[in-house]
C-alpha cells in the first residue's frame, strides 16, 4: 500500500511539473545591431531576461551581419521581457518587450555605434577679435583677431550623444577679449552630407 502511494505521489509531481512548464513562456526575438549612420554591423553581447526574474537570462552575441536570434524555452512564466544590448566599448542599452507565448518578434534594425562627423568651419573676421574653439578635433583651434581662413575639424558620437544633440554637430567657441562661450549648431543631415559646413562671423 505504501508503495502505491509513493507511486501517486511521484505521478502527481509529473503531472504537476507538466502542466506548470507547458504553461510557462516560450518566446524568439531576432534582429539586427547596426550602426546608426553607416548601417555597418555593430558587434555586441545580447541577453533577453524576464522582468520578473531579471537575473535569469538567454545570452547570444551577435553574427558578423550583426544579427541575432534569442529563443526561451518555457523558463518564464510571464510575457515582459527585457533585450539588453551591450557593444563591444560597453555601450548598453535596455528595451522591454510585451510578447504573448510563442511569438517570434522582429525588432528590425537596432541603431547603436558611433560615427565620426566632419565639418569645414569658415572664419570672417568682422571685429578685432581671437576665437578659440572647444569640444572639436582640428590642427589648430585658435585663431589671432583678423583671421580670415577655412579649416577641417570633426567629433566623433555615439548614437545616444547624436541623439542628445538633436542630430546636430554642436560647435563651441569663445571669442575675446570680453566674449564668452557660444554654440553654433550644424545642422546635420547625414548620411546624405559627408562633410558638413559652416561660416562663423566673429
Same mark, same amino acid.
Given at each position: 500500500?505504501?508503495?502505491?502511494?509513493?507511486?501517486?505521489?511521484?505521478?502527481?509531481?509529473?503531472?504537476?511539473?507538466?502542466?506548470?512548464?507547458?504553461? /510557462? $513562456?516560450s518566446v524568439e526575438l531576432h534582429g539586427r545591431v547596426v550602426n546608426y549612420i553607416t548601417k555597418a554591423p555593430v558587434q555586441a553581447t545580447i541577453n533577453l531576461s524576464n522582468a520578473a526574474t531579471?537575473?535569469?537570462?538567454?545570452?547570444?552575441?551577435? %553574427? $558578423?551581419?550583426?544579427?541575432?536570434? /534569442?529563443?526561451?524555452?518555457?523558463?518564464?512564466?510571464?510575457?515582459?521581457?527585457?533585450?539588453?544590448?551591450?557593444e563591444v566599448n560597453s555601450s548598453y542599452i535596455r528595451m522591454s518587450y510585451t510578447i504573448n507565448n510563442r511569438q517570434n518578434i522582429d525588432v528590425g534594425n537596432i541603431l547603436r555605434g558611433s560615427? !565620426?562627423?566632419?565639418?569645414?568651419?569658415?572664419? %570672417?573676421?568682422?571685429? %578685432?577679435?581671437?576665437?578659440?574653439?572647444?569640444?572639436? !578635433?582640428?590642427?589648430?583651434?585658435?585663431?589671432?583677431?583678423?583671421?580670415? $581662413?577655412?579649416? /577641417?575639424?570633426?567629433? !566623433?558620437?555615439?548614437?545616444?550623444?547624436?541623439?542628445?544633440?538633436?542630430?546636430?554637430?554642436?560647435?563651441?567657441?569663445?571669442?575675446?577679449?570680453?566674449?564668452?562661450?557660444?554654440?553654433?549648431?550644424?545642422?546635420?543631415?547625414?548620411?546624405?552630407?559627408?562633410? /558638413?559646413?559652416? !561660416?562663423?562671423?566673429?
Amino acid at each position: 500500500m505504501k508503495k502505491i502511494s509513493h507511486i501517486i505521489i511521484a505521478l502527481s509531481f509529473c503531472c504537476f511539473w507538466s502542466c506548470n512548464k507547458s504553461a /510557462l $513562456t516560450s518566446v524568439e526575438l531576432h534582429g539586427r545591431v547596426v550602426n546608426y549612420i553607416t548601417k555597418a554591423p555593430v558587434q555586441a553581447t545580447i541577453n533577453l531576461s524576464n522582468a520578473a526574474t531579471p537575473s535569469s537570462k538567454v545570452n547570444a552575441t551577435t %553574427n $558578423t551581419d550583426g544579427s541575432f536570434d /534569442l529563443k526561451s524555452q518555457g523558463e518564464w512564466n510571464s510575457n515582459n521581457y527585457y533585450l539588453e544590448i551591450t557593444e563591444v566599448n560597453s555601450s548598453y542599452i535596455r528595451m522591454s518587450y510585451t510578447i504573448n507565448n510563442r511569438q517570434n518578434i522582429d525588432v528590425g534594425n537596432i541603431l547603436r555605434g558611433s560615427y !565620426t562627423f566632419y565639418c569645414k568651419v569658415t572664419l %570672417n573676421p568682422i571685429d %578685432n577679435s581671437a576665437i578659440d574653439f572647444y569640444g572639436i !578635433t582640428a590642427v589648430q583651434t585658435h585663431f589671432n583677431a583678423g583671421t580670415a $581662413t577655412q579649416f /577641417l575639424c570633426s567629433a !566623433t558620437y555615439s548614437f545616444d550623444q547624436y541623439n542628445l544633440f538633436a542630430k546636430n554637430f554642436p560647435i563651441s567657441y569663445k571669442i575675446y577679449p570680453g566674449g564668452s562661450v557660444k554654440d553654433t549648431v550644424v545642422y546635420v543631415s547625414a548620411p546624405t552630407v559627408d562633410t /558638413l559646413s559652416v !561660416t562663423i562671423n566673429y
